[in-house]
């Protein structure tokens, strides 16, 4: 099989390599398409290692059709069109999933929108939804609205009955947050976000990826009980803050990673988001953004677009061109 590999300062490059097998609990995926995330990038900069026992390659989410399944494995059958969370190993034409990670690809939607969902509404539905607790007519502050993450957060938010308001770093990104449902897209270079949610009464939770100064400046929006979600560091993990806002608010401050946790809990995480959140993809009230696509061998350059900031919505890799 063909096969995305990467090394120190170097290029990535596509090789050929033995196809692999299925153990017990897993799925055998022919890739479709793979999405790309800030994850590889941080990955492939030696910033973020992947788990124990997962392939050293990068990609963390597919779409495809299973052509094989291993030992134990219920559900799946050979010919089932799925997508699906992964370890790594997503740049391949051949990936192995978890058969809990995995499934089926909502009617309606292509192989390629499918492969930009896994990584993007796992991740939405365990911080916005689990550590965030959002609650319908509850006000959701989204940074980098225009992010993949972000395009779906927006979306999911809105499908639960919560006002959304996103930040972006251009005009035409704040846009785009609007017609995907934020009530206002603020330019953050520009525009003090902290000023607008104050006017608007405040936030009830903030999903943040930038960290930095901008903790300190969630903690000053967020309404008494509010909870603060981060996800990534773009500015920096450090940050100085008062704490006694935290205790006059009864706020909650708190993070996660997605790729760290067991199989298990990833499972659990796919039935609650097969539950909630296909049907509003089935029913239209959700869709993946797709910002650009790029054939396997191109995954120099969907990099590139993905570092440059100047994409809106998924980066997707296509396995078969």
Request: with cysteine; hydrophobic share 45%; charged share 20%.
């Amino acid at each position: 099989m063909r096969k995305i590999i990467h090394g120190p300062d170097q290029p990535l490059s596509l090789a050929v390599v033995a196809r692999p097998e299925p153990g017990r609990g897993e799925i055998l995926i022919k890739v479709a398409a793979a999405g790309v995330n800030r994850p590889d990038l941080m990955q492939r900069a030696g910033l973020y290692p992947p788990p124990a026992g997962a392939p050293e390659t990068l990609g963390l989410e597919v779409a495809g059709v299973i052509e094989g399944v291993g030992g134990g494995v219920t559900r799946w059958r050979e010919g089932d069109e799925v997508c699906a969370l992964l370890p790594g190993g997503g740049y391949a034409t051949y990936a192995i999933a978890h058969e809990g990670s995995a499934l089926p690809v909502p009617k309606g939607l292509s192989l390629t929108e499918a492969a930009a969902l896994p990584e993007t509404v796992f991740t939405v539905w365990a911080n916005v939804f689990e550590a965030g607790m959002l609650k319908p007519k509850e006000t959701l502050l989204v940074h980098g609205g225009a992010s993949g993450i972000g395009t779906m957060a927006i979306q999911m938010a809105r499908a639960h009955g919560a006002r959304v308001f996103a930040t972006a770093g251009a005009d035409d990104k704040c846009r785009i947050c609007e017609k995907l449902g934020a009530e206002r897209g603020i330019n953050y270079r520009s525009v003090d976000f902290e000023e607008v949610l104050r006017e608007a009464g405040g936030a009830d939770v903030v999903l943040d990826m930038v960290g930095g100064p901008y903790v300190q400046k969630n903690l000053d929006l967020l309404r008494d009980q509010g909870r603060c979600v981060m996800i990534a560091f773009l500015q920096g993990p450090q940050a100085q803050l008062n704490l006694m806002r935290m205790m006059l608010k009864r706020l909650t401050l708190t993070g996660a990673t997605l790729r760290s946790r067991s199989a298990q809990e990833k499972a659990r995480l796919a039935r609650e988001v097969e539950r909630v959140v296909w049907p509003w993809i089935e029913a239209g009230k959700v869709k993946p953004v797709i910002d650009s696509t790029f054939p396997l061998a191109e995954a120099e350059s969907a990099h590139a677009r993905l570092q440059s900031g100047a994409h809106a919505g998924k980066v997707v890799l296509l396995a078969g061109a």
